[in-house]
């Protein structure tokens, strides 16, 4: 090998490093980054909105009252069709691989999601990792509504259903569980229950004077709420649960982590005690007597006391146990009233069909399980252990109440 | 004779099991799904525990004529025309599996990476770059692959427990309830899975320490067995039969779910430049064997003259599989023959 080859050689080999490239490169200046998607229904088309990041106004800091998002939507016979709709509204194109939550209107969850789902699990750069959530009214509102706190309302979104723990009154559904359950028998869909409002839902109702309503210049939704969840019959949105009941149904799920149960006190009836809820178990067992379908849940949590707005303490023997008796009661009511719910429906959102199906398969191939569900008798065992109360040993008692 | 390089058993090692790890992982799921539901693991079980037999025979056989591929030593065995006849099987089948995984390479590559690349312009290049590795010997082969291997070993098990989160037991229940024939069906597949330990038959002579050979094959099989039926359980638990018998690349998309903490999420772009080096080191090895292969049998002095005519033969593949789909209709023919080849092996081991 002479010197001049070896030298030709090396020249090509730098210039490998320079001058390679993606020739067929998107550059950030060019895709917009869509956050949040929402998907509605207007007639037979669908309308799809779409939040795309600013990053400049993003980068800015104080922008001034300008959100650093901008919400645009696309119409079309399908979701995909809505999707490229949007490419003509929007000088950028839509990046999807950072999107954090996705949208449905009621709509749309009525009519069925499983034209909508197919889009969502093919996309090359949707991930099925993605939250969704279904929304009360059209996901228009909820995506134009302009909480506090977080300048991105997709992500707002995102973070309300991870700090959800803070009560467990609504699930946490990924795209992967929604698309698990549309496609297994023996459990059928739930989605959590979002809504925008002018104030929060405890409020009574604001007074619609005249004044700013009637201007025309409607004011955007600052309050988003993630409470309850909508229960599915195959793809279809058939009912809502409020909070209670989708505690329930979470508890038989096993996905009650954190959250707070009330219960009178045992020792000073007309005061409460509040419960944190530490852990949850639950044990389906699926049992066949008579030629009859039985099924027994087990649950049983732990629970911190976390305040006590009486004077008398709880922490003897027998006043423990009887706070264990009611808290393990209230567990109950709670499941129960997801069952009853469940049942009325004749939807198994429990998932109870698909603990039948793994314990007895021969069966499973022979029933028509949606058509039994309602009539299957359901037993609730529910248990409660109490640790001792975090960081006092006793309430705060008046000098009056003391005994001597 | 030309001087041929050595390779160390631990080479040996990684190779069979990037061998049998291999391609077919981003699939295999889905495979096993269609056929046999939740009892995969089974069929992989027993597809592992068969072909650890087989690996018994292949080590004992190829000790007895050592410094011997399989093409040399078979007609001293069967008498020259029989003998060259299941060596010209085997070497034809090498170049099978390699002109194959060449172009399921050449495909992922396109469709993941490259995608707007002509695909005459990835596989040229990718043929040109193989020609050039199987020019330079198995013992380059055999290096890159010991450099690899752990990293890329270590990367398909941080997948897997990324997953942990998402994984629920009763997706994998109930047990048992497949049909005999479809189980037979899937063993099949699985004993063709791991069929691919026959390369062994091609390295053996080059192995320095051939004594050490028969424990380290087995317990490449064994690792591979493990991380297959990791890569099934996880993929169900995650997916759920009905999903993930729904899916193109099953494992791809249960690395996409990987989550670690807040932080470390959307790292399927480095598991599929893991793959991709899987899927590399797959195709030197086959190329080579395939190339070896046909040196000994036509008794040629070099075996690098031959690379020549021989590496353009995935281009010609090009035409009969066209298209994707037809790719993957290619990789059913392949576990078909590939079972073939393997009770055609087992028979003449016994007679031997």
Same mark, same amino acid.
């Given at each position: 090998?002479?010197?001049?080859?070896?030298?030709?050689?090396?020249?090509?080999?730098?210039?490998? @490093?320079?001058?390679?490239?993606?020739?067929?490169?998107?550059?950030?200046?060019?895709?917009?980054?869509?956050?949040?998607?929402?998907?509605?229904?207007?007639?037979?088309?669908?309308? @799809?909105?779409?939040?795309?990041?600013?990053?400049?106004? #993003?980068?800015?800091?104080?922008?001034?009252?300008?959100?650093?998002?901008?919400?645009?939507?696309?119409?079309?016979?399908?979701?995909?069709?809505?999707?490229?709709?949007?490419?003509?509204?929007?000088?950028?194109?839509?990046?999807?691989?950072?999107?954090?939550?996705?949208?449905?209107? %009621?709509?749309?969850?009525?009519?069925?999601?499983?034209?909508? @789902?197919?889009?969502?699990?093919?996309?090359?750069?949707?991930?099925?990792?993605?939250?969704?959530?279904?929304?009360?009214?059209?996901?228009?509102?909820?995506?134009?509504?302009?909480?506090?706190?977080?300048?991105?309302?997709?992500?707002?979104?995102?973070?309300?259903?991870?700090?959800?723990?803070?009560?467990?009154?609504?699930?946490?559904?990924?795209?992967?569980? #929604?698309?698990?359950?549309?496609?297994?028998?023996?459990?059928?869909?739930?989605?959590?229950?979002?809504?925008?409002?002018?104030?929060?839902?405890?409020?009574?109702?604001?007074?619609?004077?005249?004044?700013?309503?009637?201007?025309?210049?409607?004011?955007?939704?600052? @309050?988003? %709420?993630?409470?309850?969840?909508?229960?599915?019959?195959?793809?279809?949105?058939?009912?809502?649960?409020?909070?209670?009941?989708?505690?329930?149904?979470?508890?038989?799920?096993?996905?009650?982590?954190?959250?707070?149960?009330?219960?009178?006190?045992?020792?000073?009836?007309?005061?409460?005690?509040?419960?944190?809820?530490?852990?949850?178990?639950?044990?389906?067992?699926?049992?066949?007597?008579?030629?009859?379908?039985?099924?027994?849940?087990?649950?049983?949590?732990?629970?911190?006391?976390?305040?006590?707005?009486?004077?008398?303490?709880?922490?003897?023997?027998?006043?423990?146990?009887?706070?264990?008796?009611?808290?393990?009661?209230?567990?109950?009511?709670?499941?129960?009233?997801?069952?009853?719910?469940?049942?009325?429906?004749?939807?198994?959102?429990?998932?109870?069909?698909?603990?039948?199906?793994?314990?007895?398969?021969?069966?499973?191939?022979?029933?028509?399980?949606?058509?039994?569900?309602?009539?299957?008798?359901?037993?609730?065992?529910?248990?409660?252990?109490?640790? %001792?109360?975090?960081?006092?040993?006793?309430?705060?008692?008046?000098?009056?109440?003391?005994?001597? | 004779?030309?001087?041929?390089?050595?390779?160390?058993?631990?080479?040996?090692?990684?190779?069979?099991?990037?061998?049998?790890?291999?391609?077919?992982?981003?699939?295999?799921?889905?495979?096993?799904?269609?056929?046999?539901?939740?009892?995969?693991?089974?069929?992989?079980?027993?597809?592992?525990?068969?072909?650890?037999?087989?690996?018994?025979?292949?080590?004992?056989?190829?000790?007895?004529?050592?410094?011997?591929?399989?093409?040399?030593?078979?007609?001293?065995?069967?008498?020259?025309?029989?003998?060259?006849?299941?060596?010209?099987?085997?070497?034809?089948?090498?170049?099978?599996?390699?002109?194959?995984?060449?172009?399921?390479?050449?495909?992922?590559?396109?469709?993941?990476?490259?995608?707007?690349?002509?695909?005459?312009?990835?596989?040229?290049?990718?043929?040109?770059?193989?020609?050039?590795?199987?020019?330079?010997?198995?013992?380059?082969?055999?290096?890159?692959?010991?450099?690899?291997?752990?990293?890329?070993?270590?990367?398909?098990?941080?997948?897997?427990?990324?997953?942990?989160?998402?994984?629920?037991?009763?997706?994998?229940?109930?047990?048992?309830?497949?049909?005999?024939?479809?189980?037979?069906?899937?063993?099949?597949?699985?004993?063709?899975?791991?069929?691919?330990?026959?390369?062994?038959?091609?390295?053996?002579?080059?192995?320095?320490?051939?004594?050490?050979?028969?424990?380290?094959?087995?317990?490449?099989?064994?690792?591979?067995?493990?991380?297959?039926?990791?890569?099934?359980?996880?993929?169900?638990?995650?997916?759920?039969?009905?999903?993930?018998?729904?899916?193109?690349?099953?494992?791809?998309?249960?690395?996409?779910?990987?989550?670690?903490?807040?932080?470390?999420?959307?790292?399927?772009?480095?598991?599929?430049?893991?793959?991709?080096?899987?899927?590399?080191?797959?195709?030197?090895?086959?190329?080579?064997?395939?190339?070896?292969?046909?040196?000994?049998?036509?008794?040629?002095?070099?075996?690098?003259?031959?690379?020549?005519?021989?590496?353009?033969?995935?281009?010609?593949?090009?035409?009969?599989?066209?298209?994707?789909?037809?790719?993957?209709?290619?990789?059913?023919?392949?576990?078909?023959?590939?079972?073939?080849?393997?009770?055609?092996?087992?028979?003449?081991?016994?007679?031997?």
């Amino acid at each position: 090998m002479s010197a001049a080859y070896k030298k030709f050689l090396l020249l090509v080999l730098i210039s490998i @490093i320079f001058l390679s490239g993606c020739w067929d490169r998107k550059e950030i200046n060019q895709i917009g980054f869509a956050v949040g998607l929402g998907i509605d229904k207007d007639g037979d088309d669908y309308q @799809i909105i779409t939040q795309m990041a600013l990053p400049a106004l #993003l980068e800015g800091g104080g922008g001034g009252d300008e959100p650093p998002v901008w919400v645009v939507g696309g119409k079309g016979r399908t979701v995909f069709e809505a999707i490229r709709d949007v490419n003509t509204r929007s000088a950028r194109r839509p990046f999807w691989g950072h999107l954090n939550v996705i949208v449905i209107g %009621e709509e749309v969850a009525k009519d069925g999601l499983i034209p909508v @789902i197919d889009l969502l699990s093919r996309g090359q750069e949707l991930r099925r990792s993605n939250y969704i959530v279904v929304a009360q009214g059209k996901a228009r509102d909820i995506l134009q509504a302009q909480p506090k706190l977080e300048s991105i309302n997709a992500i707002f979104i995102s973070q309300l259903i991870e700090n959800r723990t803070g009560q467990s009154v609504a699930p946490a559904v990924t795209i992967n569980d #929604l698309l698990i359950t549309l496609s297994s028998s023996g459990i059928e869909s739930v989605l959590p229950r979002i809504s925008a409002l002018g104030q929060e839902s405890f409020l009574p109702p604001k007074k619609e004077a005249g004044g700013d309503s009637q201007e025309g210049e409607e004011k955007p939704k600052e @309050i988003l %709420e993630l409470r309850g969840a909508g229960i599915f019959k195959n793809d279809k949105l058939i009912d809502w649960m409020d909070e209670e009941t989708t505690r329930g149904h979470l508890w038989v799920r096993e996905k009650v982590n954190g959250g707070i149960i009330v219960v009178e006190s045992p020792s000073e009836p007309g005061t409460n005690i509040s419960l944190e809820i530490k852990s949850n178990k639950s044990k389906i067992t699926p049992r066949v007597e008579n030629g009859k379908i039985a099924i027994d849940i087990n649950i049983s949590s732990t629970f911190n006391l976390v305040e006590n707005t009486g004077f008398v303490s709880v922490e003897s023997e027998a006043t423990m146990q009887d706070l264990r008796q009611r808290a393990s009661e209230a567990i109950r009511r709670e499941v129960n009233k997801a069952i009853k719910k469940a049942q009325e429906n004749k939807t198994d959102i429990l998932g109870l069909g698909e603990h039948v199906r793994v314990q007895y398969p021969e069966m499973w191939r022979e029933i028509q399980w949606s058509e039994l569900f309602h009539t299957v008798e359901i037993r609730v065992n529910t248990e409660a252990v109490i640790q %001792e109360a975090a960081m006092t040993l006793k309430p705060i008692t008046p000098p009056s109440q003391r005994s001597k | 004779m030309i001087k041929r390089g050595t390779i160390s058993p631990r080479q040996v090692f990684f190779i069979l099991i990037m061998l049998l790890t291999g391609i077919y992982i981003l699939i295999l799921p889905r495979h096993m799904v269609t056929m046999v539901g939740t009892d995969g693991w089974l069929v992989l079980l027993v597809g592992g525990l068969v072909s650890s037999l087989m690996l018994f025979f292949i080590n004992r056989i190829s000790r007895k004529f050592p410094g011997k591929t399989v093409v040399e030593f078979a007609p001293v065995v069967m008498g020259p025309f029989l003998g060259k006849i299941l060596g010209g099987i085997l070497v034809v089948y090498y170049t099978f599996l390699a002109a194959v995984s060449l172009r399921i390479f050449a495909e992922m590559l396109k469709s993941v990476l490259l995608s707007d690349t002509p695909r005459w312009v990835v596989v040229l290049a990718l043929v040109a770059l193989i020609t050039w590795i199987v020019q330079n010997g198995l013992e380059d082969i055999a290096r890159f692959t010991e450099l690899l291997a752990p990293i890329i070993l270590l990367l398909l098990i941080a997948a897997l427990l990324g997953d942990l989160r998402y994984m629920e037991a009763i997706r994998l229940r109930p047990m048992f309830q497949t049909e005999p024939f479809s189980l037979l069906e899937g063993f099949i597949s699985s004993l063709s899975y791991f069929g691919i330990i026959i390369v062994l038959l091609m390295l053996y002579p080059y192995v320095n320490a051939p004594k050490k050979l028969t424990i380290t094959s087995l317990l490449a099989l064994a690792f591979a067995v493990i991380i297959t039926m990791g890569f099934f359980m996880g993929t169900v638990a995650t997916f759920g039969i009905y999903e993930t018998g729904r899916m193109a690349w099953p494992v791809i998309e249960l690395v996409k779910m990987v989550r670690v903490g807040e932080f470390l999420e959307r790292v399927e772009s480095l598991f599929l430049s893991v793959w991709l080096s899987i899927a590399f080191i797959n195709v030197s090895v086959l190329a080579f064997c395939s190339v070896s292969g046909w040196t000994q049998l036509i008794n040629a002095e070099n075996y690098r003259k031959l690379t020549y005519p021989i590496m353009p033969l995935p281009l010609i593949l090009k035409s009969l599989a066209q298209r994707f789909i037809g790719c993957l209709r290619l990789i059913q023919v392949e576990f078909y023959l590939w079972f073939r080849y393997y009770a055609n092996n087992t028979a003449f081991h016994i007679c031997s």
